[in-house]
């Protein structure tokens, strides 16, 4: 059974840093593109970043570049998003999927996520 577990979130004022955290387990973690998707309060979803199965190439959605880093553990099955220069539009639920890229239409998340609030 895939699962994957987020965790990491938490209050942080505007200007801080938080490292989110994915653990992986049911499939081969190494052999699969791994994205991070957020929904913020009251919206829709929106896709963060998409990092591939040897952590060597990332994609980032404009609103983040230059301040979110994925990066990935494949000894440990863990995906990280090192998020640094939080905007309190940051704020948002955040959780991690096997994904390529932007999700389809209609596509929900099957993990619990992991609230982010960037908040003074």
């Known amino acids: 059974e895939v699962q994957l577990v987020e965790s990491g979130g938490g209050l942080v004022q505007p200007g801080g840093s938080l490292r989110l955290s994915c653990a992986a387990s049911g499939f081969t973690f190494s052999n699969y593109a791994m994205s991070w998707v957020r929904q913020a309060p009251g919206k829709g979803l929106e896709w963060v970043s998409t990092i591939n199965g040897g952590g060597g190439s990332t994609s980032y959605a404009d609103s983040v570049k230059g301040r979110f880093t994925a990066s990935r553990d494949n000894a440990k099955n863990t995906l990280y998003l090192q998020m640094n220069s939080l905007k309190p539009e940051d704020t948002a639920v955040y959780y991690c999927?096997?994904?390529?890229?932007?999700?389809?239409?209609?596509?929900?998340?099957r993990s619990q996520g992991t609230q982010v609030t960037v908040s003074s």
């Open positions: 999927a096997i994904l390529t890229g932007r999700p389809r239409t209609g596509w929900v998340p």
